[in-house]
């Protein structure tokens, strides 16, 4: 997707909490990005910076509600989340992919009609098989600078 004239700055806050073998581990990330309104559909795009490490990452919420997360860096991922619904994905490292079911458990996804501000939380779970790989917590926040 190319710039285009009603792409507009934003601060973004980022809140990852993980639960996995019984340990949890919280993440927060505060970036600056864009974000792109197409036809009802709002794109956020921005850099996360961590341990030297840059991962671009692609949030696109679209009207019905469902949200996807795009993260590509020294692993790619392609998630979706549609509310009580299970849908596959596949998780790409330098050593291989593997496929993931991706379970959502709560999704809620609240982007003001001028699109100049949105805040998302999602609860899922990553199985493979049938094994849970972690529980995990998403809230992000968006608004136009």
Sequence with gaps: MSATNNERPVSVKLQTT?????????FTFTETGTLVEMNG?????????????????????????????????????????MADQTIPTRYTTAQGSMLLDVQTTTLSANVADTFDSGIVEIAYSLLTGETVLGDYTLRLEFSVN
């Design 18 to 26: 993980i639960h996995q073998d019984g340990d949890k581990e919280t």
């Design 41 to 81: 559909t709002a794109y956020l795009r921005y850099t996360e910076h961590q341990a030297g490490f840059e991962t671009s990452v692609t949030f696109k919420v679209r009207p019905d509600g469902e949200v996807s997360l795009k993260r590509s860096g020294e692993s790619a991922t392609h998630l979706r989340f």
